[in-house]
């Protein structure tokens, strides 16, 4: 059989210290195939955006184990980390996290720098031409609204041609018809680039365009 993309075995997440202690995952197992697209749901605080942290390596777990693409995320350092997600993920949140000084092109072709692209703002150029922004490629994020920021984030996401694209409730502050457009990118990003998908989401009509729905409830799939 295929190695899983991700597979977390019993992983937890607790936070806090001694009686402030919080569990906020409680034994996750989870086996994700590759090029699969994964909706997690849940009522707030059920800690959907928690697991996708850990998937991503953002958050560490405090017991089980966690592994990307055969990599055991606990074992790695916090640089390591970083570089293991510049090479391998992409990730979208719900808030675009832009760089304000930077125009749209350098936000998507600076982290390609970082990791040594030669072609980082070719690529970049694509990639935003990709998300329909071909005329905002040197506007900076105050002279784009929500849904062009947005997809600049989008553009970023894919640009390294992740193997794992993580998007955490990447609609949820936009209006319906610009969710509904940023969501068509999302899954066609996806589909360019062949990624497996995880996506955090509250709407029911996301959740059926995925392959697979988990639902998280007080920290457990239920």
Known sequence: MTRPVLCLKDARLTLGHNAGRTEILKGIDIDVARGETLGLTG????????????????????????????????????????????????????????????????????????????DAFERAEAELEAVGLAHRLHHYPSQMSGGEQQRVALARAAAPRPEILLADEPTGNLDGATGAAIMDLLFGLRDRHGSTLILVTHAPELAKRCDRVLRIQDGRLV
């Open 43 to 118: 009522p707030s605080g059920s800690g959907k955006s928690s697991l996708l942290m850990l998937m991503g390596g953002l958050d560490q777990a405090t017991g089980g184990s966690v592994q990307a693409l055969g990599q055991d995320l606990g074992a790695m350092g916090e640089d390591e980390l970083a570089r293991f997600r510049r090479d391998h993920m992409g990730v979208v949140f719900q808030s675009f996290h832009l760089i304000a000084t930077m125009t749209a092109l350098e936000n998507v072709a600076t982290p390609l720098e970082l990791s040594g692209a030669k």
